[in-house]
């Protein structure tokens, strides 16, 4: 594939989630498609082509069902978004579930990290009830949380069977559905380069279906919050928020739920390791959507820019671990980034001690 010549000055347009079982060998993800009126026929097709990738890389035996357009005019700037269904699970039952579906060593050392009993603590600013006064940004820990918030999809993959609904914007009973901006130029195959000047469909789609599966976080709920309410209004803290930790947080053995521009990474043995770092937040952050990896890190699909005429990056080893380790069941022949290299070195000291110890098995929720 010849390579494609970047513009001088590239446009960065934000790719934003808007809302706020262990499987065999021969198993794999399942993704019914429900295309709804302005989505072309090519653009079904790209749709697809982005959907199969997922599936080629998660072998959790699990049906979904997405609704898709390309046909509306979002905000400017904005080049897709997805609205799932929710589900609120207590804390308990998460962490039982994502024990029973444990598969890989990630899995063990992920498990092994959660606290015990019915809740957990979480460091958190900006809340009406701070008590370094209402509003401050000043972190505090907010100890006794009961529940993990899921996207319909991360609940279907730790084993959890219910009806969909429409809530998402369906047309009928749907797990989440997809909006592809029809502001700009795409380029719908990216198999022979991305036109300058164009967009990767593909890219977008792939980005997309990722927040579907869980890849997203509940202090962008904090972050965006137009009135001043106090802890206890914030129950949105997703699966994958059970492993995103800052230094401070690590230190009083809880996660970091701030909305804040200290650096929040993904740790799956207490924050003890330091993994790849997310975003911090679009208001109070570093000015990219909590529900995102940290903007030019190069870490994986999970970022949360994209760039005309350049394909997007593919689904990597990081965005696998971040889905493995909320309950999804993975396979790990994936590009890997440097710094998630980097970050499997020193998981896989931990990983030989923690499952020494354990002698058992120990990925993906909104």
């Not at 905000?75 to 579930?97: I, Q, V």
């Not at 009928?172 to 997809?178: F, V």
């Not at 990767?200 to 997203?216: K, N, S, T």
């Not at 997007?312 to 999804?328: F, H, N, P």
């Amino acid at each position: 594939m010849p390579p494609v010549a970047r513009p001088a000055r590239l446009a960065r347009f934000v790719i934003a989630c808007a809302a706020l079982a262990a499987a065999g060998a021969t198993q794999a993800l399942n993704i019914n498609y429900t295309f709804l009126p302005g989505t072309s026929e090519q653009a079904q097709q790209a749709i697809r082509m982005a959907g199969a990738e997922w599936t080629s890389v998660i072998k959790t035996d699990v049906t979904l069902t997405l609704d898709f357009e390309s046909g509306l005019r979002l905000s400017s700037g904005l080049l897709g978004t997805t609205k799932s269904m929710y589900l609120d699970m207590y804390y308990g039952e998460f962490r039982s579930r994502l024990a029973q579906g444990s598969t890989s060593a990630a899995d063990a050392i992920a498990v092994a990290s959660l606290p015990g009993g019915a809740n957990f603590g979480r460091l958190i600013n900006l809340t009406a009830d701070n008590p370094a006064g209402a509003g401050s940004a000043t972190p505090y820990v907010d100890p006794g949380r009961t529940t993990v918030h899921l996207s319909a999809a991360n609940a279907r993959a730790l084993g959890l069977q219910f009806q969909g609904n429409e809530s998402p914007g369906c047309a009928a009973a749907c797990d989440a559905r997809i909006d592809i901006s029809n502001r700009y130029a795409y380029d719908y195959d990216p198999t022979d380069g991305i036109t300058p000047g164009t967009f990767d469909f593909v890219g977008i789609v792939r980005h997309e279906i990722g927040h579907a599966l869980g890849f997203v976080s509940g202090v962008d709920s904090l972050d965006l919050a137009s009135t001043l309410r106090p802890a206890g209004s914030f129950t949105a803290v997703t699966a994958l928020d059970l492993f995103r930790y800052s230094s401070l947080s690590a230190a009083s053995h809880v996660i970091d739920f701030t909305a804040d521009a200290r650096h929040k990474y993904l740790s799956i043995d207490g924050g003890a390791t330091m993994g790849p770092e997310f975003a911090e937040g679009e208001v109070h952050g570093d000015g990219a959507e909590a529900s995102h990896w940290k903007d030019g890190s190069g870490i994986g699909v999970m970022a949360p820019y994209i760039e005309q005429g350049v394909a997007d990056s593919r689904i990597t080893s990081a965005d696998l671990l971040a889905l493995d380790v909320i309950g999804w069941t993975t396979v790990s022949a994936v590009p890997e980034p440097a710094p998630v290299a980097l970050f499997a070195l020193g998981l896989a000291a931990i990983a030989g001690l923690r499952l020494g110890r354990r002698r058992g098995p120990s990925r993906m929720a909104a």
